[in-house]
């Protein structure tokens, strides 16, 4: 049997629609198992500086359907360093904190990881971000959520694009995945997708615009993740203007309202899921590993493979979108 009997739980970096859910599900699922929960607010740096307080269930009414986080979110420097982290673990240990349940990325699985090898505190991981780019599960939370963002706003832009015979070059969030800006494409009908994963882009989009203005096509989407190596939107849109005057030529960046939100169905559904799977993980006595959904079913996936490198980009999206765009 475990012998937890008090936990913690907190969100950290970038918030995504359905971290409540998240919460609400691991304060629940705690409950349930006759466990106390406390909530950490600001991620790890209120890990250092004590902000930490009781949760009940009654706390977690109407909040499955708030975007953001109610723990709020930081990113924390003083969380890389020993000093910080013997802080961190001096007010847990104040609490009679037994083992914590992150909500994050891989920056959060990888600092909740060296915790726990220094302290021997289990940690358990529950993905949460936008850019669906966590190895070890096909969906994180949030990034439903943002696709339909981006969906809903691209439609809007299209309407604009071809009143009036111009091209829009529209940026996505993706640092260094490109999954919101490849399935959005295919999802919007865009003319091209530029993405971190691709090489030889700036030949391809020139043919496409070639193209494009031999058959006199001039409302176009080229959908632009900002990681993508040619530069965000207005860089790539910098590129091509003077050779291609007559597109009419327009940047639209949606930066953080990707982020925002009521979640979807989908994402409430997910993190409801990974939150009840975080807490049995923990009283099951497992550590260190990351509660993912692969194949409608819940996994566990070990810290060190979540955070070593990127997901890879489906091959099979790729040829969709390739043929869509003809």
């Known amino acids: 049997m475990s012998k937890i009997k008090k936990i913690a739980v907190l969100t950290s970096g970038g918030d995504a629609p359905g971290m409540n859910a998240a919460v609400r599900a691991v304060v629940r ?89 220094e302290y021997d505190i289990p940690f358990i991981g529950i993905p949460g971000t936008i850019d669906n780019d966590m190895p070890g599960t096909d969906f994180t939370i949030g990034f439903d959520t943002a696709l339909n963002t981006v969906v809903e706003t691209i439609d809007k832009i299209k309407d604009t694009a071809s ?14 995945a490109g999954f919101i800006a490849l399935q959005a494409g295919i999802a919007t009908g865009a003319e091209a997708i530029l993405i971190p994963e691709v090489e030889g882009q700036a030949e391809n989009l020139r043919e496409f615009l070639l193209k494009a203005k031999k058959l006199k096509k001039m409302s176009n989407i080229i959908l632009v993740a900002e990681g993508n190596k040619l530069g965000g939107a207005q860089q790539v849109a910098d590129q091509v203007k003077d050779e291609f005057k007559d597109f009419g030529i ?26 009840v799977a975080a807490v049995d993980a923990l009283i099951d006595n497992q550590r260190s590993v990351m509660v993912g959904y692969k194949n409608h079913e819940v996994v566990h996936v070990p810290f060190n493979k979540t955070i070593k490198g990127l997901r890879n980009i489906n091959d099979e999206l790729l040829k969709v979108a390739d043929i869509l765009m003809i």
Do not use: Y
Request: charged share 25%; net charge positive.
């Open 250 to 275: 327009r940047v639209n960046v949606l930066g953080h309202m990707q982020r925002g939100g009521s979640p979807t169905a989908f994402d409430r559904f997910l993190a409801s899921r990974l939150g």
């Open 163 to 176: 009143s009036h015979d111009r091209t829009f070059f529209i940026e996505v969030m993706g640092r260094d």
């Open 29 to 117: 699922a705690a409950i349930f198992h006759n466990l106390e929960v406390v909530g950490i607010e600001h991620g790890f740096e209120g890990m250092i500086k004590g902000e930490l307080f009781r949760l009940e269930s009654k706390d977690m009414r109407n909040i499955i359907h708030r975007g953001g986080t109610i723990l709020r979110s930081a990113r924390s420097l003083e969380f890389k360093t020993k000093k910080g982290r013997a802080n961190a673990f001096n007010n847990l240990k104040k609490q009679n904190i037994d083992a914590v349940i992150v909500i994050g990325g891989d920056g959060t699985f990888r600092g909740a990881g060296v915790f726990s090898q």
